[in-house]
Nanobody
Framework: QVQLVESGGGLVQPGGSLRLSCVASGNISGRYAMGWYRQAPGKQREYVAAISGDITNYAASVKGRFAISGDNANAAVYLQMNSLKPEDTAVYYC????????WGQGTQVTVSS
């Protein structure tokens, strides 16, 4: 079994920054990718960013503001979130892509003045 645990969420003012972390443990395939999704109140869960090896990908809404990085040896992934906007408010979920898909419990990010 695979378990993902996120941390780093919180309340921040518009223009501020947060760094999210996710650590995976368990029986993980030798080939996998990790990423982030988010779900705002009343909205569908949406893709944010992903990383596989040194390849990164971002949703258009966060490109240039967020940066994803990872530690494949330890199955950890991070999301540096800069220039945060109120519309970034959501629960952020860590995702591991392998033979199966795994999700973390989510961490709340609130951007508000």
């Amino acid at each position: 079994q695979v378990q993902l645990v996120e941390s780093g969420g919180g309340l921040v003012q518009p223009g501020g920054s947060l760094r999210l972390s996710c650590v995976a443990s368990g029986n993980i395939s030798g080939r996998y990718a990790m990423g982030w999704y988010r779900q705002a109140p009343g909205k569908q869960r949406e893709y944010v960013a992903a990383i596989s090896g040194d390849i990164t990908n971002y949703a258009a809404s966060v490109k240039g503001r967020f940066a994803i990085s990872g530690d494949n040896a330890n199955a950890a992934v991070y999301l540096q979130m800069n220039s945060l906007k109120p519309e970034d408010t959501a629960v952020y979920y860590c995702h591991l892509y392998s033979d199966s898909a795994y999700w973390g419990q989510g961490t709340q990010v609130t951007v508000s003045s």
